[in-house]
């Protein structure tokens, strides 16, 4: 069974950089076909897909968000992480990792998402 767990601190002070961390268990973040995306739902609002981390090391950013954003993995301990720099206040959300298994099978298996605040 695949688990993905998000970690990083919930209140991070605008103008800084976030960042979180997303450990999987039960398979590996380097197997063929799969992506690793982080994905934020401010409050609200809907889902916002934030960028990606495939099994090769390619990534992928929101354009909206990409100047800000790097996605990057260590793949001894499993791991993918999210920086984010300057946040706002509007970058409060919770941020979800999610596994993506191509057109057919979509995000199969999700975190249960950190809740980040910023603070001024």
């Known amino acids: 069974q695949v688990q993905l767990q998000e970690s990083g601190p919930g209140l991070v002070k605008t103008s800084q950089t976030l960042s979180l961390t997303c450990t999987v268990s039960g398979g590996s973040i380097t197997t063929n076909v799969y992506s690793w995306n982080w994905i934020r739902q401010p409050p609200g609002k809907g889902l916002e897909w934030i960028g990606y981390i495939n099994h090769s090391g390619t990534t992928g950013y929101s354009p909206s968000l990409k100047s800000r954003t790097s996605i990057f993995r260590d793949a001894s301990k499993n791991q993918v992480t999210l920086q984010l720099s300057s946040v706002t206040p509007e970058d409060i959300a919770v941020y979800y990792c999610?596994?993506?298994?191509?057109?057919?099978?979509?995000?199969?298996?999700w975190g249960q998402g950190t809740q980040v605040t910023v603070s001024s």
């Open positions: 999610a596994r993506w298994y191509g057109d057919y099978h979509g995000y199969d298996y």
